[in-house]
Nanobody, 125 residues
């Protein structure tokens, strides 16, 4: 059973940066693809980025392409989301999620099996 804990959220001005971390406590993190999702009030939870088990393939949503970078350190059981050039529309609760596939299984929430509790990111204008 994997447990995921996000950290690094907070309040930042537009144009600023934040780095989110996702620490996994189980023994299978390094074998599976993982993703970052976000959910703004009144909206669905949407994928932001995803990465295969070894970082060999990465997916970004169009809205964050060129601004966000997903990465992982399997030796530390940790994944990261570096967020640069933040915009007010990036404001949301950010969740990390782990699949049970080595490859990116898909971009919807149903493709991921384990979830963190979320961390709030607020970007002021």
């Amino acid at each position: 059973q994997e447990q995921l804990v996000e950290s690094g959220g907070g309040l930042v001005q537009a144009g600023g940066s934040l780095r989110l971390s996702c620490a996994a406590s189980g023994r299978t993190f390094s074998r599976f693809a993982m993703g970052w999702f976000r959910q703004a009030p009144g909206k669905e939870r949407d994928i932001v980025a995803a990465i295969t088990w070894n970082g060999g393939s990465i997916y970004y949503a169009d809205s964050v392409q060129g601004r966000f970078t997903i990465s992982r350190d399997n030796a530390k059981n940790t994944a990261y989301l570096q967020m640069n050039s933040l915009k007010p529309e990036d404001t949301a609760v950010y969740y990390c999620a782990l699949s049970t596939s080595a490859r990116i299984p898909g971009v919807s929430i149903g493709h991921f099996d384990y979830w963190g509790q979320g961390t709030q990111v607020t970007v002021s204008s």
